[in-house]
């Protein structure tokens, strides 16, 4: 009999990460043991495991993320995400700072072909 996998994430990471999809109260949180968010068959949000978020961003707005807040290329399963930033552990502590990055996210993934 094959058993249920367990989240390894940090409490305080998923109950942040909570809060923040909380915020925006149209986005629903899926996956029991990887979380996440998605419209239209696109994730927009994703928390690994080690309690990392993953942000998905239009080019514009990533390229401004990654400067402001001198953070990476989202890493998944060692494939290098190129249009995911990774959230940095203060800004995932500032949810109302964070929230806005979350808006753009959906209203980018919206704009994406339906898969």
């Known amino acids: 009999m094959a058993t249920k996998k367990a989240s390894q994430i940090p409490p305080a990471n998923l109950e942040l990460y909570e809060k923040l999809i909380a915020s925006l109260p149209d986005i629903e949180r899926k996956g029991a043991v990887h979380p996440y968010t998605s419209v239209n068959g696109h994730m927009f949000t994703y928390l690994d495991q080690s309690g990392t978020v993953g942000l998905r961003l239009p080019k514009q707005e990533l390229d401004a993320f ?15 995400k190129k249009d995911w930033v990774t959230v940095p552990g203060t800004l995932l502590k500032n949810t109302k700072q964070l929230a806005k990055y979350l808006e753009i996210s959906q209203a980018y993934v919206k704009t994406l072909k339906p898969k």
Do not use: A, D
Not at 67 to 79: A, C, D, I, N
């Open 66 to 80: 990654l400067k402001k807040y001198q953070t990476t290329l989202f890493e998944s399963y060692g494939v290098v």
